[in-house]
């Protein structure tokens, strides 16, 4: 069944795939060219805004450049609409340095539904969970082209997102699930993994140097009922836990302005289609992480 399932996700992933770079061929068409960057690396604030003063044009005009800007103040309604999806016992993921991850489809969601419609106006791809005493994974971009509404339901983090023009000036090397910054990648654990056969974690989230070959980066830190909006498939993004036992709702919605290699890699790409699949058909999924002590 796991061989059928993955080549039917693999089918759908490579038909979504070739028209995204079909929608994006002026873009996909220039030559990558690897560059090296000498001076200071900039760091910039991501632009905050309160909910009250939201509107579809502000909204739109982050998402069409890919600019990441942060939710303030959002009505407790929206987060309230998880709660259904919350799980509370953590012993086991304290206890082995995991990440839990699930994976819904078809949530049940209204306001944020409404929200979406108002503000937003995409569809839905998936609703992804997270959570976990763990303290980081790599700077990577995601496969599979969608835009991240990302709702912080508990505890602290610390984010780091590259501006889409300045991933020339790092070396990326390709993963499971997404596209990672080659001199992050630590050892391969497999065994330590219940579905991956690259967890692409980071051994020592203190140490970013891989950020001072860019000329700039976005940082900000995430509090509980802080929404951030931004392009994992198109941006390389990175975040380090600052408290134990953090519950993120990750709102992928369909996009198709994305990393031209995260389309190719996902064209006729079966282990990555059986990847998917697992997550699809399975609940609690697991992956080892580094404790936050």
């Known amino acids: 069944m796991e ?21 994006n061929y002026k873009l996909n068409k220039k030559n ?19 909910y009250s003063g939201l509107n579809y044009e502000i909204i739109k005009k982050h998402i ?38 699930n994976q819904y489809f078809m949530p049940d969601i209204p306001n944020v539904k409404n929200f979406l419609n108002k503000y937003v106006k995409k569809s839905i791809a998936s609703l992804v969970q997270l959570n976990g005493n763990y303290k980081a994974g790599s700077a990577h971009i995601d496969f599979v ?18 501006p889409h023009t ?25 065994t330590n993994c219940s579905i991956s056969n690259n967890t692409n974690d980071t051994n020592d989230t203190n140490d970013d140097k891989w950020l001072n070959k860019i000329p700039s980066y976005y940082q900000c830190e995430l509090v509980p009922g802080d929404i951030l909006l931004f392009n994992n498939s198109k941006c390389i993004h990175k975040f380090i836990n600052l408290e134990k036992d953090s519950e993120v709702f990750s709102l992928r919605v369909f996009h198709s302005d994305s ?13 990555t289609g059986k990847h ?16 936050l002590q």
Request: glycine share 4%; charged share 25%.
């Open 166 to 190: 300045n991933t020339c000036y790092l070396d990326m090397e390709k993963g499971i699930d997404n596209i990672h910054v080659r001199e992050e990648k630590n050892s391969d654990d497999s």
């Open 32 to 50: 990558k060219v690897q560059k090296i960057f000498n001076g200071i690396s900039q760091k910039i604030s991501v632009r905050e805004i309160n």
């Open 145 to 162: 082209s969608t835009y991240n509404i990302y709702f912080l339901q508990r505890g602290r983090k610390k984010v780091y997102i590259v």
């Open 276 to 291: 998917f699949y697992k997550i699809i058909t399975n609940k609690n999924v697991l992956r080892y992480q580094n404790k």
């Open 64 to 101: 069409d450049k890919s600019i990441p800007v942060i939710i303030k103040n959002a009505p407790h309604k929206l987060f309230k609409d998880f709660e259904k999806y919350t799980i509370g016992d953590y012993d086991n993921i304290n206890a082995k340095n995991k990440i839990i991850l």
């Open 259 to 271: 990393n031209p290699d995260i389309c190719k890699n996902n064209i006729l790409n079966f282990e």
């Open 3 to 23: 061989t059928i399932g993955g080549l039917l996700v693999m089918i759908y992933m490579t038909l979504y795939e070739l028209l995204n770079l079909i929608i």
